[in-house]
C-alpha cells in the first residue's frame, strides 16, 4: 500500500505544480492515481483470499495435510506481475510529467535543473519497480519471502517515492548542501515561486 500512497503523493505535487492549466494532464494524472491505488488494493486482497485458511500461506504443510485449499500460485503471481509492471510505469511518468512542466516555468535555469533532478528520482523507483517484478514470479514458491532481496528493492522505491514527493525538503536540502549559498541560506524551506 506504501506504494500506492506514494504515487498519489507525488500526483498531488505533480497537481500543484500544474495549476488549473493543464486540465488534461490533471485528468490522466487522477486516473491513473485512482488506478494504482486500487491495484495496490487488490494485491493485497488477493495475498491474503488465496488461501483459507490464511495460515497455508506460510505453512504450506496444512495444503499437503488436506487441511487448507489455496488457489494456484500462478493467479497471484499474474497479478502481481500486472500491478508491479503497472507501478514501474507510473514512476516512469510520474517522473517525466513534472520535468515538461518545470522546464517551462519562470525560474532560474539552476533551480530548473534542481527540481528536475529532485523529481527525476522516479526514474530510479521505475527500474527498482521493474526488477522487483521481475522477481515476483518467486510468488508462486509460497515460502517466507520477508528475508529476500524483494524486500530490499521494495525498500529502495519506497525510498526513491519519498524523496520525490517531498520536494520541499528536497529542495532545502539540495540548496544547503549541493549549491550552498551561506549569506542567503535560511531554515525556512524554500518553495517553486522563489527565485
Known amino acids: 500500500m506504501a506504494l500506492g500512497t506514494g504515487k498519489a503523493s507525488v500526483a498531488f505535487l505533480i497537481l ?5 492549466s493543464f486540465w488534461r494532464r490533471a485528468f490522466l494524472i487522477y486516473g491513473a492515481m485512482i488506478a494504482s491505488f486500487v491495484f495496490c488494493s487488490l ?7 488465496q488461501c483459507r485458511p490464511v495460515e497455508a500461506l506460510w505453512n504450506p504443510s496444512l495444503v499437503e495435510m488436506g487441511k487448507a485449499r489455496c488457489w494456484p500460485p500462478a ?3 499474474d497479478f502481481s506481475v500486472f500491478a508491479g509492471s ?8 510520474m517522473a517525466i510529467i513534472p520535468i515538461t512542466i518545470i522546464w517551462k516555468l519562470q525560474i532560474s535555469l539552476q533551480r530548473k535543473v534542481a ?3 529532485l523529481m527525476g528520482c522516479g526514474v530510479f523507483a521505475c527500474i527498482s519497480g521493474a526488477i522487483k517484478t521481475s522477481k515476483l514470479l518467486q510468488l ?9 532481496h524483494l524486500s530490499s528493492i521494495r525498500a529502495f522505491e519506497i525510498s526513491m517515492l519519498t524523496i520525490e514527493s517531498d520536494i520541499t525538503v528536497s529542495l532545502w ?5 549541493v549549491i550552498p549559498d551561506k549569506e542567503n541560506f535560511s531554515f525556512i524551506p524554500l518553495t517553486l515561486d522563489q527565485e
Open 16 to 20: 500543484r505544480i500544474m495549476g488549473k
Open 43 to 49: 494485491a493485497i486482497i488477493l495475498t491474503f483470499a
Open 75 to 77: 493467479r497471484q503471481a
Open 86 to 93: 503497472w507501478l514501474a510505469f507510473m514512476d516512469l511518468a
Open 115 to 117: 527540481i528536475c533532478c
Open 140 to 148: 508462486t514458491a509460497r515460502s517466507d519471502l520477508t528475508c529476500t
Open 173 to 177: 536540502i539540495w540548496n544547503a548542501w
